[in-house]
């Protein structure tokens, strides 16, 4: 397996990699978010108690599925970098966290939209929505730790060490339901079994999900080749490339 994955070490091989990945991961996540938001919004019953407002679960939930699945994406990155100084998983976890913090937000203002007519308020200091609001604010950390030092290498460091620390927090958004009381429901996808909705329900989630993760996919490897060209912006495979398109 390490002998596959070697050739992936050198740069200029990931940027071109990832560059065949791109379109591909593109099209899908079109095709899927496509076929799946018109089930959800158009043909999936209304919730019977929820009514039309439970539509907003479509976006919201894979939206928070994936904030925490990009932050543990990219703390392992981080550890990646830190421990077996592999240059690549640096970039990597640069490339991911607008993402993640991005996909964080909309879980945020989604669930503040969901909430309201359940809830009769925008906001509440609820233990689940309290983690994911820091969830959000180490993402914005992070980014900030790889913005503040001219020295990448530097950078690097300081931003992983917080990605590392702030995995204590995926525990707790993940079961902060079930720790405490809240006024968040309880799983509903995510739980072991079967879902706890109706097939004509859970399918056009699926197929979000999977159309939304495949969108993370495709942006994360446009914004890996930023930061590969970025931090080898004076190797020869890279001038040759840019003269080639400039050409």
């Given at each position: 397996m390490w002998k596959w994955l070697h050739p992936y070490a050198n740069p200029e091989v990931s940027y071109h990699?990832?560059?065949?990945?791109?379109?591909?991961?593109?099209?899908?996540s079109a095709l899927l978010l496509t076929v799946g938001l018109i089930w959800a919004l158009l043909f999936a019953p209304a919730d019977y108690q929820q009514g039309e407002s439970?539509?907003?679960?479509?976006?919201?939930v894979p939206s928070a599925i994936l904030s925490m699945s990009i932050y543990l994406a990219m703390a392992i990155a981080a550890l990646s970098s830190l421990v077996w100084q592999v240059r690549l998983a640096d970039a990597s976890a640069?490339?991911?966290?607008?993402i993640g913090a991005v996909f964080t937000a909309i879980a945020l203002l989604t669930g503040a939209a969901?909430?309201?007519?359940?809830w009769g308020t925008w906001w509440v200091w609820d233990a689940r929505l309290t983690s994911e609001l820091i969830l959000l604010f180490l993402y914005l950390g992070v980014i900030a730790l790889h913005n503040a030092f001219d020295d990448k290498q530097m950078a690097g460091k300081a931003a992983g060490i917080l990605a590392l620390v702030g995995v204590i927090n995926l525990p707790i958004i993940k079961y902060s339901v079930e720790w405490w009381n809240t006024l968040h429901q309880g799983p509903t996808v995510s739980k072991l079994g079967a879902p706890a909705m109706a097939s004509e329900m859970y399918w056009p989630f699926v197929l979000c999900f999977f159309g939304f993760a495949l969108l993370v996919g495709a942006v994360a490897c446009v914004r890996f080749q930023t930061e590969i060209i970025t931090r080898n912006k004076m190797r020869p495979w890279v001038r040759n490339l840019v003269t080639s398109e400039v050409n």
């Open positions: 990699f990832a560059g065949k990945l791109k379109p591909w991961l593109g099209l899908s439970f539509r907003i679960f479509y976006i919201h640069a490339a991911l966290a607008p969901w909430g309201k007519p359940m």
